[in-house]
T-cell receptor, first 114, second 113 residues
Framework: DTAVSQTPKYLVTQMGNDKSIKCEQN?????MYWYKQDSKKFLKIMFS???????INETVPNRFSPKSPDKAHLNLHINSLELGDSAVYFC?????????????FGNGTRLTVT | GENVEQHPSTLSVQEGDSAVIKCTYS??????FPWYKQELGKGPQLIID?????GEKKDQRIAVTLNKTAKHFSLHITETQPEDSAVYFC????????????FGGGTRVLVKP
């Protein structure tokens, strides 16, 4: 069974559209994250949630809105997509948010904006 | 904020040789240093981690060393195998800042048979 699963795996869309990426973890973790990996493979945190509460919110355009309906799910909605949003988005989870907890990553969603 | 630099960006080794990847960090408050391996089309996977109260940790062919004074840490892979070919990332985090990992830029390792 996949521990952290994301859907869809690939997402191709046009500028200006709104899209969502879903993430679910079955590890029983209480903290979930979204990371963005750009074309140069650089990984940067976007958000983290602990038990549905926002913990980390990096400098991300407010077109990006995470939603956590419960501690096993963290979805990412993106409004008015731009070319620069093209990247691979990774969901991750960990047990605890107070530092030093290993992250478990999903296999990513490759978003291409044309 | 924390800044993590990683070298080299690419590394080619012959099967059976050792590979070493080095990282430096900027914030002396960082106290957790994981290493991740990312294979093509997959997410990063934790391979080993070290905390600031430990200078060295080993797990089979993989070892990590930490020098807090110099603010650098390294990953050593011995007896490399073709399946070790991947992109490796170092990272650092500060406990007080939540579980926020700052990643290095990655090292693409190619093990030639």
């Amino acid at each position: 069974d996949t521990a952290v699963s994301q859907t869809p795996k690939y997402l191709v869309t046009q500028m200006g559209n709104d899209k969502s990426i879903k993430c679910e973890q079955n590890l029983g973790h209480d903290t979930m994250y979204w990371y963005k990996q750009d074309s140069k493979k650089f990984l940067k945190i976007m958000f983290s949630y602990n038990n549905k509460e926002l913990i980390i919110n990096e400098t991300v355009p407010n077109r990006f809105s995470p939603k956590s309906p419960d501690k096993a799910h963290l979805n990412l909605h993106i409004n008015s997509l731009e070319l620069g949003d093209s990247a691979v988005y990774f969901c991750a989870s960990s047990q605890g948010w107070q530092g030093n907890s290993p992250l478990h990553f999903g296999n990513g969603t490759r978003l291409t904006v044309t | 904020g924390e800044n993590v630099e990683q070298h080299p960006s690419t590394l080619s080794v012959q099967e059976g040789d050792s590979a070493v990847i080095k990282c430096t960090y900027s914030d002396s408050a960082s106290n957790y240093f994981p290493w991740y391996k990312q294979e093509l089309g997959k997410g990063p996977q934790l391979i080993i981690d070290i905390r600031s109260n430990v200078g060295e940790k080993k797990d089979q062919r993989i070892a990590v060393t930490l020098n807090k004074t110099a603010k650098h840490f390294s990953l050593h892979i011995t007896e490399t195998q073709p399946e070790d070919s991947a992109v490796y990332f170092c990272a650092a985090s500060i406990k007080a800042a939540g579980n926020k990992l700052t990643f290095g830029g990655g090292t693409r390792v190619l093990v030639k048979p």
